[in-house]
T-cell receptor, first 118, second 113 residues
């Protein structure tokens, strides 16, 4: 399988600050990256899908001005949580895929980022 | 709308026993995935099932897919404590040219020594 990294693995910030999370595909070119959010004891919730070089597609109910996604290259996507508040505290997981490429549709998951907003 | 249902949602069992987790989905799909998640960690891919009748095995875990019944099973044989985790199934879905995975709610498995 392919390897995806996320940075940072955890972050604690004050309310009102912005936090950037990076997702990198290390050994393949990811045409598409996905950002998920997971609350305790729940399944993954897709926040948005980003394709390299184009605007992200956000799921219903996800504020695009709050969760800024940039997918500037085939190996890097970033999620910026702007003006974070305690309710944004969660586990954020990215995944990467080369849709219709050698891995077909399979998504490869990063190790996740634990965000705590005080 | 594609829906994925897992059952049971919680399972506590003794080491050495066998059990099966079920994953039903509501419409046709090309692929079904099984993942494992340990507390505080991300997802680990277990199996990718591509076609009707597919069966894959890794150690004490075996997954199968019946696309006609829209059912996948994850069978645990002679469970050991190390298999304690939450297991998710997910199904490919393409809508309006947008691809995404539809997730089951997860099955929390606790295996007691």
């Amino acid at each position: 399988g392919a390897v995806v990294s996320q940075h940072p693995s955890w972050v604690i910030c004050k309310s009102g600050t912005s936090v950037k999370i990076e997702c990198r595909s290390l050994d393949f070119q990811a045409t598409t990256m996905f950002w998920y959010r997971q609350f305790p004891k729940q399944s993954l919730m897709l926040m948005a899908t980003s394709n390299e070089g184009s605007k992200a597609t956000y799921e219903q109910g996800v504020e695009k001005d709050k969760f800024l996604i940039n997918h500037a290259s085939l190996t890097l996507s970033t999620l910026t949580v702007t003006s974070a508040h305690p309710e944004d505290s969660s586990f954020y997981i990215c995944s990467a895929s080369d849709l219709a490429g050698v891995f077909y549709n399979e998504q490869f998951f990063g190790p996740g980022t634990r965000l705590t907003v005080l | 709308e594609l829906k994925v249902e897992q059952n049971p949602l919680f399972l506590s069992m003794q080491e050495g026993k066998n059990y099966t987790i079920y994953c039903n989905y509501s419409t046709t799909s090309d692929r079904l995935y099984w993942y494992r998640q340990d507390p505080g960690k991300s997802l680990e891919s277990l199996f990718v099932l591509l076609s009707n009748g597919a069966v894959k095995q890794e150690g004490r875990l075996m997954a199968s897919l019946d696309t006609k019944a829209r059912l996948s099973t994850l069978h645990i044989t002679a469970a050991v404590h190390d298999l304690s985790a939450t297991y998710f199934c997910a199904v490919d879905n393409v809508m309006d040219s947008n691809y995404q995975l539809i997730w089951g709610a997860g099955t929390k498995l606790i295996i007691k020594p």
